[in-house]
């Protein structure tokens, strides 16, 4: 399972914020925040949850388009 934070979205990727908190006991879930989303907020790679991977949009993409890749928009 991927999880992909982008625009506002990022915002509860900080680790200030308990929103992402339940995701980071599965070892199963990657979580990714888009790069230009971070930049866009000022949002510093040491304010976020150190198991979060900072990621481009082109690479989002590049999710999408996996085999057997759900999407869900929320």
């Known amino acids: 399972l ?4 982008i ?3 990022v915002f509860n990727a900080r680790k200030k914020m308990a929103k ?3 995701f980071l006991n599965f070892p199963h ?3 990714y925040a888009d790069d230009l ?3 866009e907020r000022g949002i510093k790679k040491e304010e976020l949850e150190s198991s979060l991977l ?3 949009m082109e690479d989002f993409v590049d ?6 890749t759900k999407v869900l928009w929320n």
Do not use: A, R, W
């Open 2 to 5: 991927h999880v992909y934070f």
């Open 29 to 31: 879930i990657q979580l």
């Open 54 to 56: 900072i990621s481009s």
């Open 20 to 22: 992402i908190t339940p």
């Open 7 to 9: 625009q506002n979205g």
């Open 63 to 68: 999710l999408l388009m996996e085999d057997e």
């Open 37 to 39: 989303s971070l930049k």
